[in-house]
């Protein structure tokens, strides 16, 4: 179905993201808190500047700059932020070892973007990265009814561009000359996954995230984007 089908004669404009819980098998999303979270944040990103060098604030020199800077992110109306906090084999929560937000948030239109997303090496390269990212587009689409979801990044960014397409998002274009970051030009690349595509993607990230798909190391046995062609081969790419 594409968007010229779609009948929209009783859209209404969707809610704006709230401070909720989101949980799954391997990670609890839950909303940012300074208080709560920069202690923890400090200890997963400490001597580890790199993380940084894509987003646009950060490195921080102390504990305390990284609290001013998440209270700020806490409070502010232009994101809703979520820590990204790991179940641990005990079964109980873990501390917090990144984060995420939803932003540039479109409500008349049903559009929003997930950016400013820290991953730190602890988080890296896992599934319950995988699984944060999936329980925020579930939240997108299913929770909030949103119609379009975009993921943006620096264009020379091609472990967040990989990312993209590993989640699902459909590639757009180049934005040349964007957006001035940490007084360097970005060209920004654009992503986007929509409503009507969202079953199909949804089908292949709980497939993924099946237990079933991990040996006894914790290694994945088939890839996403493996999966979502087995599952959807009209469109996994």
């Excluded at 909720?20 to 808190?33: D, H, M, N, Q, Y």
Aim: charged share 20%.
């Amino acid at each position: 179905m594409s968007t010229e089908e779609q009948n929209l004669n009783n859209w209404q404009p969707r809610p704006l993201p709230e401070a909720i819980t989101l949980a799954g098998r391997w990670v609890v999303l839950e909303p940012l808190s300074a208080a709560s979270h920069t202690h923890d944040l400090w200890t997963a990103v400490a001597g580890e500047d790199q993380v940084w060098d894509w987003l646009g604030d950060g490195p921080y020199a102390s504990e305390a700059e990284l609290d001013q800077a998440l209270a700020a992110k806490e409070t502010g109306a232009a994101a809703r932020f979520y820590a990204i906090r790991v179940n641990t084999q005990a079964g109980s929560v873990g501390p917090a070892v990144g984060y995420a937000s939803l932003m540039r948030m479109d409500p008349v239109n049903g559009v929003i973007e997930v950016g400013n997303v820290l991953f730190s090496p602890a988080l890296q390269r896992t599934a319950s990265a995988t699984e944060a990212m999936f329980l925020m587009a579930q939240y997108v689409f299913e929770g909030l009814g949103y119609r379009r979801y975009e993921w943006k990044c620096n264009a020379r960014n091609l472990p967040s561009r990989r990312a993209a397409e590993r989640f699902g998002f459909q590639f757009e274009g180049v934005f040349r000359q964007h957006m001035v970051i940490k007084s360097r030009n970005r060209d920004t690349a654009w992503y986007a996954m929509l409503d009507w595509e969202w079953p199909a993607r949804k089908r292949a990230f709980e497939a993924w995230l099946a237990l079933s798909n991990f040996d006894a190391n914790g290694r994945q046995r088939s890839t996403l984007q493996a999966v979502a062609a087995h599952l959807d081969p009209d469109v996994s790419s």
